[in-house]
């Protein structure tokens, strides 16, 4: 008999690439100073928090009672909460969702492992379109899911459909959908969805069992240029959405989001109840309870997005002038960079020879680029360009 499980000590051993970067940018900015290390690894928002946020808290503080703020909530979310979230999708993307379609929960994480529980029954397979973030895999298979992975669309970064229809089959229950995407930076069009939304209604029809789709929605706020990420919800009825709260409001450490079940769902009210079960089955009940006040009060708000849309011209424009590839990011706040050779690890090694960490793709299942998370200040990425010139004359 094992100790413990193999598994999960495996997971906790070997740190995702994305930490372990990050850990390693810590370790050596205390030895050459944080000023000469360019840290492009975590995702983390560099930008602060709406004023009305913080003064929401002080404003909760100050006039609630102390044990009812901080006290427990229902499991699924105060029910204030859950209205105020429903009645924002109702304005803002005219989705008939209503309080009790929606559960709080600590984050994107805990909303995507939520949605998977209470969806997967052995033999189920989930569907990722590469490139993806890696922890899909992570959660997919902890809820007892086959991981499928669909190739990547190396030309426009949409959707590799012939890719994506080889891996749908009689077994897959889910597909699950990045769009702004972590870790291209690309929204996927009108068209994209309509023709994934399409493609998903016909192999219902063909398998007779829902496909759901899974909508993880951490960038849906961050984009630019005014362009079109649109409500799946209102495209494809098996859906759900997957939302948290720490890009768009700058608040990652709070760990506060939701899922929102469609309504158009035919078994609504058993997934959503699925759903309760998982979130209590997994200890996620009760998400923070003066956060989701804080939240409600602060619907359809975003902090200063527009560091980040000059990050991404500031490092786009003088990556591709130095004659780096590159993707062109429409939202979130990632650039994804080809390698000037095939093996993106060994080019994110030579990176960090001059203290650039970069990303390699292959967790994010398309090798050979490596991800910039230009949520940094905007002088650190002026600093670092004469190391990524150095970098690429160095394969010159």
Do not use: W
């Not at 189920?124 to 590469?130: F, G, P, R, S, W």
């Not at 859906?239 to 079940?261: D, H, M, N, W």
Request: hydrophobic content about 40%; overall charge negative.
């Amino acid at each position: 008999m094992h100790t413990v499980n193999e598994h999960m000590q495996g997971l906790g051993t070997v740190r995702s690439v994305i930490r372990d970067l990050f850990e390693y940018g810590l370790k050596r900015a205390s030895e050459v100073g944080a000023e000469n290390v360019y840290d492009y690894s975590l995702g983390n928002p560099s930008t602060p928090a709406p004023a009305s946020v913080e003064a929401d808290m002080l404003d909760l503080i100050a006039h609630e009672d102390s044990v009812s703020l901080h006290g427990y909530t229902s499991a699924q979310g105060l029910y204030s909460v859950r209205k105020a979230v429903s009645d924002d999708i109702r304005t803002r993307f005219g989705a008939e969702v209503g309080p009790d379609d929606i559960y709080m929960t600590c984050g994107a994480a805990a909303s995507l492992t939520v949605t998977l529980k209470a969806l997967v029954n052995p033999g189920d397979e989930v569907v990722a379109i590469a490139p993806f973030f890696p922890e899909y895999r992570v959660f997919s298979e902890a809820a007892g899911a086959v991981f499928r992975v669909a190739e990547a669309d190396l030309g426009a970064f949409q959707i590799n459909f012939d890719a994506l229809s080889a891996v749908l089959n009689a077994r897959t229950k889910a597909v699950i959908v990045n769009s702004p995407n972590n870790p291209s930076g690309v929204v996927f069009r009108r068209e994209t969805v309509e023709k994934l939304c399409a493609m998903l209604k016909e192999r219902e029809a063909e398998y007779g069992h829902p496909i759901f789709l899974i909508s993880d929605e951490p960038y849906r706020e961050l984009v630019y240029d005014g362009t079109e990420v649109p409500y799946l919800m209102n495209l494809y009825d098996d859906t759900v959405v997957c939302y948290s709260f720490s890009k768009s409001l700058s608040l990652p450490g709070e760990r506060i989001g939701y899922i929102a079940v469609s309504p158009k769902i035919r078994e609504n009210r058993a997934l959503y109840a699925a759903v309760c079960g998982a979130g209590r089955a997994l200890g996620y009940v009760c998400a923070p309870s003066m956060m989701q006040q804080v939240v409600a009060k602060n619907l359809g708000k975003t902090s200063d997005l527009s560091v980040y849309r000059t990050n991404r011209d500031l490092l786009y424009n003088a990556l591709t002038e130095m004659g780096y590839e590159a993707v062109y990011p429409d939202g979130a706040f990632y650039l994804f960079v080809k390698s000037p050779e095939p093996d993106a690890k060994a080019f994110s090694e030579r990176a960090k020879q001059l203290d650039l960490l970069l990303v390699p793709s292959d967790s994010f299942g398309c090798p050979g680029y490596v991800r910039l998370a230009y949520c940094v200040k905007t002088e650190m990425i002026r600093r670092s360009l004469p190391a990524f010139r150095k970098l690429i004359e160095s394969y010159r």
